[in-house]
């Protein structure tokens, strides 16, 4: 059974400051990989996705994330941070033909001035 | 173009009803996916459709149902309402050929 792990519950950071958000996963196959954001009572946003190829993925809003196959892990970074970034941040694992998406507990980042 | 729009945007039932939630995905997207969403946890997987038939199922009771219809629209259905069903139901959407998911705004059901 595929699994996403999210180790920070909560990251503070400064804005203009550097973000990196981090995601383990468990799955039996070539993962395909997603981060979303999600702001307070919204849905989803696709962020960046990583199928095959190029292990650094770049994405909307300034966000990449590298695929390290070794680790099992999908990190996403922004090297500077804006006070909009405020959000809930998901990482989600999926299957090749499948549709069946799973999901991390999140991260909540919170800006500080 | 239109984003994945769901109905109605907030909803309070009362324990034991029943509830009906409304989807319309991507023009030109066949593939419609629910999810939960209870508060301070990750989205989690209920029902997949494509072209009309049921294609995975996630770990709900059978008090969950949903269906879609020929416009590619879908509706989930929650029987016997408890109040751990109150959470963020979020509908997202697939192109063919794709595989990532774009979501909806999700409806905010509440079960007092």
């Known amino acids: 059974a595929q699994s996403v792990t999210q180790p920070d519950i909560h990251i503070t950071v400064s804005e203009g400051a550097s973000l990196e958000l981090r995601c383990n996963y468990s799955?039996?196959?070539?993962?395909?990989l997603f981060w979303y954001v999600q702001s307070p009572g919204q849905g989803l946003q696709l962020l960046l996705k990583?199928?095959?190829?190029?292990?650094l993925v770049q994405g909307i809003k300034g966000f990449e994330a590298e695929f390290k196959r070794s680790q099992s892990s999908f990190n996403l970074r922004k090297p500077s941070v804006h006070w909009s970034d405020a959000a809930e941040y998901f990482c989600?694992?999926?299957?090749?033909?499948?549709?069946?998406?799973?999901f991390g507990g999140g991260t909540r980042v919170l800006v500080k001035p | 173009d239109a984003g994945v729009t769901q109905s109605p945007t907030h909803l309070i039932k009362t324990r034991g009803q029943h509830v009906t939630l409304r989807c319309s995905p991507i023009?030109?997207?066949?593939?419609v996916s629910w999810y939960q969403q209870v508060l301070g946890q990750g989205p989690q997987f209920i029902f997949q459709?494509?072209?009309?038939?049921?294609?995975g199922r996630g770990n709900f009771p059978d008090r969950f149902s949903a269906r879609q219809f020929p416009n590619y629209s879908s509706e989930l259905n929650v029987n016997a309402l408890l109040l751990g069903d109150s959470a963020l139901y979020l509908c997202?959407?697939?192109?063919?050929?794709?595989?990532?998911?774009?979501f909806g705004p999700g409806t905010r059901l509440t079960v007092t």
């Open positions: 997202a959407s697939r192109g063919r050929g794709e595989y990532e998911q774009y």
């Open positions: 990583y199928f095959s190829g190029d292990t």
């Open positions: 023009s030109g997207h066949k593939s």
């Open positions: 799955y039996g196959a070539t993962p395909y």
């Open positions: 459709y494509y072209e009309k038939e049921e294609r």
């Open positions: 989600a694992v999926g299957k090749a033909a499948g549709n069946k998406l799973t």
